[in-house]
């Protein structure tokens, strides 16, 4: 079964701290997607990659970065962590054809204090 | 650009009743439509997909979902709800040649036994 490892499934952090997301998928898929989720917001986009060291800011990038190094792995870092950024982050994979679904990550919860 | 709207907060329905979860959207090209169902303190699965031909898709756990044209909405549908379909669903819309998916705030669906 294909999957999407993200790496912790809660984070509590204080505010100001620099913060990694970890994201591996294992079905050899070239797009690779961080969201946030937020009651009443549904999902945002923050950054997404369609190949290895590339990026794309997503809807809200601000207060973000990401890295991808290899193609398996995505990750989100949160320069330097404030309270509006906690939420639940997911990350999502799929094939480089535009016309398949995402495979999601089971997500992190962050709380930052 | 693109846009998503889920014009109900929450579903409720008897078990055994039909349900449809309703979706409209807006893209400047051929959309791509898709839905998600999220259950608690998980990850989106996908549940199925309009990407062209017939109006009427089929997807996971009995699922379908219509697409109109001239309405543009991708309504979700279910002849007989089960308690075990209470979740929150999401539709979700990326324009043909686009990279970007974006998700509409969710509708929480209640299913009473």
């Known amino acids: 079964d294909v999957k999407v490892t993200q790496s912790s499934r809660y984070l509590v952090k204080r505010t100001g701290e620099k913060v990694f997301l970890e994201c591996v998928q294992d079905m050899d898929h070239e797009n690779m997607f961080w969201y946030r989720q937020d009651p009443g917001l549904g999902l945002r986009l923050i950054y997404f990659s369609y190949d290895v060291k590339m990026k794309e800011k997503g809807d809200i990038p601000e207060g973000y970065s990401v890295s991808r190094e290899k193609k398996e792995r995505f990750s989100l870092i949160l320069e330097s962590a404030s309270t509006n950024q906690t939420s639940m982050y997911l990350c999502a994979s799929t094939l480089g054809q535009e016309h398949y679904g995402y495979t999601f990550g089971s997500g992190t919860r962050l709380t930052v204090v | 650009a693109q846009s998503v709207a889920q014009p109900e907060d929450q579903v409720n329905v008897a078990e055994g009743n039909p349900l449809t979860v309703k979706c409209t959207y807006s893209v400047s090209g051929n959309p791509y439509l898709f839905w998600y169902v999220q259950y608690p303190n998980r990850g989106l699965q996908f549940l199925l997909k309009y990407i062209t031909g017939d109006n009427l898709v089929k997807g996971s756990y009995g699922f379908e979902a219509e697409f109109n044209k001239s309405q543009t909405s991708f309504h979700l549908k279910k002849p007989s709800a089960l308690v075990s379909d209470s979740a929150l669903y999401f539709c979700?819309?990326?324009?043909?040649?686009?990279?970007?998916?974006?998700f509409g705030a969710g509708t929480r669906l209640f299913v009473k036994a």
């Open positions: 979700a819309v990326r324009e043909a040649g686009g990279f970007k998916t974006i």
